[in-house]
C-alpha cells in the first residue's frame, strides 16, 4: 500500500515571532506566506514562482521572503 506523503513547511517571521503552516515546498511557503499576510492575498490564489519574488532570497540553509524565513530542510 502507497502513502501519500504530504508537503508541509513551517515559516517563521523574524520580526514579530509569528509562525505559519503551508503545505508547500519551503521556498513557496515563504513567498506564501509574505504574500499572505503582508499584502493579505490568499495564497491559494497565488501563482508563486519564488525566484521571480522581489522580496525571494535563497541561502545555505533555507529561503527568505520580507521577514519571513523557512528552513530547506524540514527540523519540525
Not at 515546498?25 to 521571480?52: I, K, M, Q, R, Y
Request: proline share 7%; net charge negative; charged share 20%.
Amino acid at each position: 500500500m502507497e502513502t501519500k506523503k504530504t508537503i508541509g513547511t513551517l515559516v517563521l517571521n523574524l520580526l514579530d515571532g509569528r509562525e505559519a503552516f503551508f503545505q508547500l515546498p519551503p521556498d513557496e511557503a515563504v513567498v506564501a506566506a509574505f504574500e499572505t499576510f503582508e499584502n493579505g492575498v490568499h495564497f491559494s490564489e497565488l501563482l508563486v514562482n519564488p525566484p521571480a519574488h522581489p522580496n525571494f532570497s535563497e541561502y545555505r540553509l533555507g529561503y527568505s521572503c520580507g521577514d519571513w524565513i523557512a528552513y530547506k530542510e524540514n527540523r519540525v
